[in-house]
T-cell receptor, first 114, second 114 residues
């Protein structure tokens, strides 16, 4: 069975602070994909990143960076110099070809305080 | 030039009624999905359709039935609505084999059953 755990339910930071959102996953498949979506207060789901299980390189996109470590089954997301616009619920997810289905974590609500 | 659109955005109805939510994508994708997001923000995949064929059917009540007249549309029909069906329903689409491409989500339909 697949499982995604986002242990942090809610995080509050002051603007300009760095913040890391944790994501731990479980799967028996050797081929799988991990992803992050952002859901701002307006409600839409915005794609942030997908990473396949064979690519452990860290990725940086502007103030966003992702750290994928198969050894700890984690795919953590860091926002550098947070801004109020980063306030949202962030979902980590997992999907594997064997099941052809996706499992989302329960989400982490990030509040950036001005 | 909306990529994935859903109608209606809000739907308020009485218990026991039958309702439909429409979804259309103009991205030329061949796979479409329905997700349910409950009041705790938990996202769960309900169905997916690939080339008009149902390829995932999660353990949802058979009161829910996806209908796809063509690959650009995947409508969700719900019979005998219950209070527990109240949620936000998201439609999504992707191209090709699911685990290699990102999903594009619609804006969501907030269903309230009274």
């Amino acid at each position: 069975a697949q499982k995604v755990t986002q242990a942090q339910t809610e995080i509050s930071v002051v603007e300009k602070e760095d913040v890391t959102l944790d994501c731990v996953y479980e799967t028996r498949d050797t081929t799988y994909y991990l992803f992050w979506y952002k859901q701002p207060p307006s409600g839409e789901l915005v794609f942030l990143i997908r990473r396949n299980s064979f690519d452990e390189q860290n990725e940086i996109s502007g103030r966003y960076s992702w750290n994928f470590q198969k050894s700890t089954s984690s795919f953590n997301f860091t926002i550098t110099a947070s801004q109020v616009v980063d306030s949202a619920v962030y979902f980590c997810g997992l999907h594997s070809g064997g099941y052809q289905k996706v499992t989302f974590g329960t989400g982490t609500k990030l509040q950036v305080i001005p | 030039d909306t990529a994935v659109s859903q109608t209606p955005k809000y739907l308020v109805t009485q218990m026991g009624n039958d309702k439909s939510i429409k979804c259309e994508q103009n991205l030329g994708h061949d796979t479409m999905y329905w997700y349910k997001q409950d009041s705790k923000k938990f996202l769960k995949i309900m169905f997916s359709y690939n080339n008009k064929e149902l390829i995932i059917n999660e353990t949802v009540p058979n009161r829910f039935s996806p209908k796809s007249p063509d690959k650009a549309h995947l409508n969700l029909h719900i019979n005998s609505l219950e209070l527990g069906d109240s949620a936000v329903y998201f439609c999504a689409s992707s191209q090709g084999d699911f685990y290699v491409n990102e999903q594009f989500f619609g804006p969501g339909t907030r269903l309230t059953v009274l």
